[in-house]
Nanobody, 120 residues
Framework: QVQLVESGGGLVQAGGSLRLSCAAS????????MGWYRQAPGKQRELVAR???????VSADSVKGRFTISRDNAKNTVYLQMNNMKPEDTAVYFC??????????????WGKGTLVTVSS
């Protein structure tokens, strides 16, 4: 079993910052991609950013220059530093990890989500 637990969500004013963390635990052999999606009310879930085990990143155009994704492989943890936040960043943020265990290769696990609200 693999679990992902997010933390760091909350309420912030426009222009402010938040840092999300997501720690993976369980019977983990290795993790390839880790990342963050978000889902705003009435909208589809969208990719925010992802990072592979080598540190290569991909970010949505809407967050480039404002959000930074990073990870600590030793801690199986991914972070999302969000700066200069905008009301349109309001959403539930979900982390995911592509995990290899001794039984399964490359299975994607999801966290339960953390709410981020940006007030104008």
């Amino acid at each position: 079993q693999v679990q992902l637990v997010e933390s760091g969500g909350g309420l912030v004013q426009a222009g402010g910052s938040l840092r999300l963390s997501c720690a993976a635990s369980g019977s983990i052999f290795s993790i390839n991609d880790m990342g963050w999606y978000r889902q705003a009310p009435g909208k589809q879930r969208e990719l925010v950013a992802r990072i592979n085990s080598g540190g290569s990143t991909v970010s949505a155009d809407s967050v480039k220059g404002r959000f930074t994704i990073s990870r600590d492989n030793a801690k199986n943890t991914v972070y999302l530093q969000m700066n200069n936040m905008k009301p349109e960043d309001t959403a539930v943020y979900f982390c995911y990890a592509e995990v290899t265990t001794k039984d399964r290769y490359g299975m994607v696990y999801w966290g339960k989500g953390t709410l981020v609200t940006v007030s104008s």
